[in-house]
């Protein structure tokens, strides 16, 4: 299975079929209502955080643009080996991310997304310990690199256990692949007892109901 075809014919079909009402539909329906069953959100929506980059970041962003402007200049069929755009865009996503993922021998940037991500988790973690907060940590390319090259999933566990966070507090949704796992890990998220929780857009972006205690 690769993708979905045909998707203009399904959406017209389902809605001949389908009463389909928006959020906003519901919310003037009085089905939903801001801070009973729809959550406010600070700030009234999601607030983009911009970061200064560092000058490794600048002048290894340099050399994605070199990479680029010749992948475009390349005559001829791509041979195995050859650079190509997807892993240009995939060495961007993470150097944003943090660049020890490109040289995991640099010393840490207090301003990179991963250090600033862990100061905030450790910061609401004790915000709402009272009511046991949770808090949900979304990561591109969140696998651990099999070369043994820095992990931002597995560093940052290590550092809030350092900041006096149990362990037990402290999940990745990869490790959850049964459904069974997965309902008694959303469980355990609604009940605060795990408390952070990692994952990607995919495993995580849709249809996991561990709102209750969210931070």
């Known amino acids: 299975f690769k993708n979905f ?6 959406r017209t079909m389902i809605g001949e ?16 209502k801001r801070g009973v069953n729809l959550p406010n959100i600070k700030g009234g929506g999601p607030q983009n955080i911009v970061l200064p ?9 340099k050399t994605l643009i070199d990479r680029a ?22 060495d961007g996503i993470k150097a944003a991310l943090d660049m020890r993922m490109i040289d995991p021998t640099l010393p840490a940037d207090p301003d990179s997304k991963v250090e600033w991500t862990l100061r905030k988790l450790i910061e609401k973690h004790k915000e709402y310990s009272g009511i046991k907060g949770t808090q949900i940590v979304f990561i591109v ?7 043994g ?25 990869h490790d959850f692949e049964k459904d069974d796992e997965k309902t008694a890990l959303y469980e355990k998220v609604n009940a605060g007892e795990v408390r952070i929780l990692f994952g990607s ?3 995580l972006g849709a249809g996991t109901n561990i709102q209750k205690r969210l931070s």
């Open 69 to 90: 402007e010749a992948i475009s200049k390349r005559k001829g069929k791509v041979q195995k080996g050859d650079d190509i755009m997807l892993t240009v865009m995939q």
């Open 201 to 203: 857009t995919e495993k």
């Open 53 to 61: 980059r560092s000058k490794e970041l600048v002048e290894y962003t």
């Open 149 to 173: 090259k820095f992990n931002p999933q597995e560093y940052m566990k290590k550092k809030l256990i350092a900041a006096g966070i149990p362990e037990k507090e402290i999940a990745f949704i």
């Open 17 to 32: 079929t389908w009463d389909i009402q928006t959020q906003e539909m519901l919310i003037q329906a009085g089905v939903f």
């Open 5 to 10: 075809m045909n998707m203009s014919s399904l």
């Open 141 to 147: 390319n969140p696998a651990a690199d099999p070369n």
